[in-house]
């Protein structure tokens, strides 16, 4: 099984902060996935990598959302500046390739206020 | 891009029950995952069943790919079985994307 640490847990914020999600994984996967999930839309694929490469930047909402992977052990997302609506639960996942299981960490919820 | 649905949306249980959720894609897949969520948040793989039928447990999941579905039971349900059991598919097409459906909210009483 992977291992995903992500990290903070929780992030309150105020709008027009920058917010950096970040996501640790422990062991060797490939690809590397960043997910949203909101009441209203549910869970949606944000962007994700192959070998630290971003392959498929496509669900990022807004230009005011990145993401980097400089290294296999972490990766960030960023959002700024934040907005009220980007207020969910940003999950960060694993994979060995695209077409296998997917492994989640457990989270960062965000509250932009 | 590929449509997934999720049924029921809803679904309450007494403890011991047994249920059958489902899941339809609307075009052929190369990958299709159940994940359970819990009331904490925290999504748990449970099958990764393109085609066939897994057993784990008191769960089982079977798909038939050339029909587009796939059913996952829950037998001799127990109140930890509760929370949001998800379906996640990637198209088989160019696309290449990977679609969540919305969810069936289970909620097992005692």
């Known amino acids: 099984d992977a291992g995903v640490i992500q990290s903070p847990r929780h992030e309150v914020t105020e709008m027009g902060q920058e917010v950096t999600l970040r996501c640790k994984p422990i062991?060797?996967?490939?690809?590397l996935f960043w997910y949203r999930q909101t009441m209203m839309r549910g869970l949606e694929l944000l962007i994700y990598?192959?070998?630290?490469?971003?392959?498929?930047d496509s669900g990022m909402p807004e230009d005011r959302f990145s993401a980097k992977m400089p290294n296999a052990s972490f990766s960030t997302l960023k959002i700024q500046p934040s907005e009220p609506r980007d207020s969910a639960v940003y999950f960060c996942a694993l994979g060995q390739t695209l077409n296998t299981e997917a492994f989640f960490g457990q989270g960062t919820r965000l509250t932009v206020v | 891009g590929i449509q997934v649905e999720q049924s029921p949306p809803d679904l309450i249980l007494q403890e011991g029950a047994n249920s059958t959720l489902r899941c339809n894609f609307s075009d052929s897949v190369n990958n299709l995952q159940w994940f359970h969520q819990n009331p904490w948040g925290q999504l748990i793989n449970l099958f990764y069943?393109?085609?066939g039928t897994k057993q784990n447990g008191r769960l089982s999941a079977t798909t038939v790919a050339t029909e587009r579905y796939s059913l996952l039971y829950i037998s001799s349900s127990q109140t930890t079985d509760s929370g949001v059991y998800f379906c996640?598919?990637?198209?088989?097409?160019?696309?290449?994307?990977?679609?969540f459906g919305i969810g069936t909210k289970l909620q097992v009483i005692p």
């Open positions: 069943i393109p085609s």
């Open positions: 990598f192959n070998n630290n490469v971003p392959i498929d």
């Open positions: 996640a598919v990637l198209d088989s097409g160019g696309y290449q994307k990977v679609t």
């Open positions: 062991s060797g996967h490939d690809y």
